[in-house]
């Protein structure tokens, strides 16, 4: 933790917000061991996908699903899709109510949640995952969301 106070995410990442943030340490109840990620995608409350982190132990696997939780077509170049089957999580259509509800003033935004045995945990909102350089398999996946998302004119 100490090495972490002198880096500064942004010169990793490129993501402006990140420049002039002080340093701070923040500890947050621990939820569970190997959690999995329920990342929803939106434009304003307006459902894209959701995306699941799965198995961090083993380097983690993602999953894209549609709102009725059926698997999409889609996969990262970094990362495979999970060889398992995912199950919906209890309360799946809670997530997706909340998350549309934190989304709506937003072009676009990725609503983060936990989900342990149907009590749901926020994880954070971010507005430009991975600073919008996620690659995937093929152009037609990276389609997927940008048909999607509708970037409102500058004023």
């Not at 909102?125 to 509708?150: H, L, Q, T």
Request: aromatic content about 20%; some cysteine.
């Amino acid at each position: 933790m100490k090495k972490w106070e002198n880096e500064n995410l942004f010169f990793y990442t490129g993501e402006w917000i990140y420049k002039d943030i002080p340093y701070r340490l923040i500890c947050e109840k621990f939820l569970a061991d190997n959690i999995t990620d329920y990342k929803m995608y939106f434009v304003y409350d307006k459902f894209i996908a959701t995306q699941v982190i799965s198995d961090r132990q083993n380097g983690f696997y993602v999953d894209y699903f549609d709102e009725n939780w059926n698997h999409l077509d889609i996969e990262r170049a970094d990362h495979s899709n999970s060889p398992k089957t995912i199950r919906k999580p209890k309360n799946y259509d809670i997530m997706l109510e909340k998350g549309a509800i934190l989304a709506k003033e937003f072009p676009f935004s990725r609503i983060d949640f936990y989900n342990l045995d149907g009590k749901i945990y926020l994880g954070e909102i971010s507005f430009f995952p991975n600073n919008g350089f996620i690659k995937y398999k093929n152009s037609e996946m990276d389609r997927y969301f940008a048909d999607k998302i509708k970037i409102p004119p500058a004023k």
